[in-house]
């Protein structure tokens, strides 16, 4: 049963300025409390604004540090879900759950990757 | 996004390969509610089967429903109501004319989501019942809470798929004629039942671990199969410190998989493995569920070996590892659940924290222990401080009479490697 690691992409000009409703807050909850009584879930959380971040990169033989905001935001990656799954098609029908419970005002990708094992 | 990948409508097919996705991850709640109206975990399954036939027949017609999971609930329920009056409508007709049947209890209203855990518990204690043999256990899990086919059964344990069928068939069958409730055990009686459960998904992750026959060392499936009805059984009873000490006893185990074997398959020792490879995640998690299953009272079995666990887990190093306590933990487990494997592994510890003259003495006082007379690991263990001892000759007898017990061909091969050496 391989591991999987979900990147969870917003675009961030969809996320309310005062955050996700306790609505999706409380329907996450409940999900994610269900994967994790499945045993599915191992590890997952939300991150803070990117805005809040810093990127530091290698390019060239050179560290060059940059704090957020940053200018693109549609894609940002917000949180990340490891799973233990026994295929793919397991992992995404999980994920597809994980999207259900937003509002229709969010855009959000979720990149689903094997982790490589060994 | 790049468009030429998306999938804004489903391409032919995938309705089949998402149907048999939801219908493994519903199906263990599915058969557990149905179970409870109808009192017959064979009938569940069936009726559970005729849900994913009828969504088989309407979905690709109408379309996935917004929560195929509560579809397919709803419509097995249904049908297991339906089943159950005509039961009772059967019975009252036979007594109408003078015949008695047994009385059927009358169908239960729908359950509210939390009782889903509990028939889902129910349906646990249910396929680990000690009137089924392990193997039938172990199917019988496997099948109805693991979503495993039975061909995925089949192989996992090398046997003719037939003959897992088979069992599973008889698994039900006595099931139903023994009259075996439904229903989770209390009082005194829970703590031994309790024991079976733990115990059939120990025994599900030890064949995939170490396993007994076969050409591989490790078969990682089974070992996940069961760390996943290990983490499903600590959900529905976060009470029992037991079940918390079994999913931190198999995340560690577990942790270890990727540095036990070779790059040609071949099993590679506690002692030898790169720890480097030793899954943090998993070790984290069985950190915390350790935690978890901490008690004031007295730790069991699983706690003790989770505990031992947790020593090597802790250990950057072969050298670092904490062997006196591991011994105190032995010794501990030996008192509350003795068994010839506990002292065997008692010895072990010993020689790494005592030298291998003491743990000789607790060897050789295991030689005529009937249960050990055709275990390979009791030759290995004593040919091993032989070796140590510089007693070679005796050693290479010693690994060369474990390796003809050896049923495992990755085992055999290991420790004939051993006899050559000390030859």
Known sequence: ?118 | MEQQHARPTEPPGALEEDLETVFRLESPRVVAAVARIVRDIGIAEELTQDALVAALEQWPRDGLPGNPGAWLMTTARRRAVDLVRRRERYAHKLQEIGRNLEAVPPPEEPSAPDDIDDDLLRLVFTTCHPVLSAEARTALTLRLLGGLTTAEIARAFLVPESTVAQRIVRAKRLLAQRNVAFEVPYGPEREARLGSVLGVIYLIFNEGYAATAGDDWLRPGLCEDALRLARLLAGLMPKEPEAHALVALLEFQASRAAARTGPHGEPVLLKDQDRRRWNRMLIARGVAALARADTTGAPGPYALQAAIAACHARAYTYEETDWPAIVTLYSLLAARSPSPVVELNRAVAVSMAEGPAPALEIVDALAAEPALRAYHLLPSVRADLLARLGRTAEARAEFERAASLARNERERELLLRRAAENG
């Open chain 1, 1 to 118: 049963m391989p591991r999987y690691l979900s990147l969870v992409k917003i675009d961030e000009s969809t996320v309310p300025a005062e955050g996700p409703s306790p609505e999706l807050m409380q329907r996450m909850g409940e999900l994610i409390e269900e994967v994790t009584k499945a045993g599915v879930m191992l590890d997952t959380a939300g991150l803070m604004p990117s805005a809040q971040g810093t990127r530091v990169h290698w390019e060239g033989g050179r560290i060059s540090v940059t704090d957020g905001p940053f200018t693109e935001s549609k894609e940002v990656v917000g949180g990340y879900a490891f799973m233990q799954c026994k295929d793919m098609a397991e992992a995404v029908e999980w994920t597809k759950r994980f999207l259900k419970v937003h509002e229709e005002f969010w855009t959000v990708t979720c990149e689903v990757r094997e982790i490589a094992e060994g």
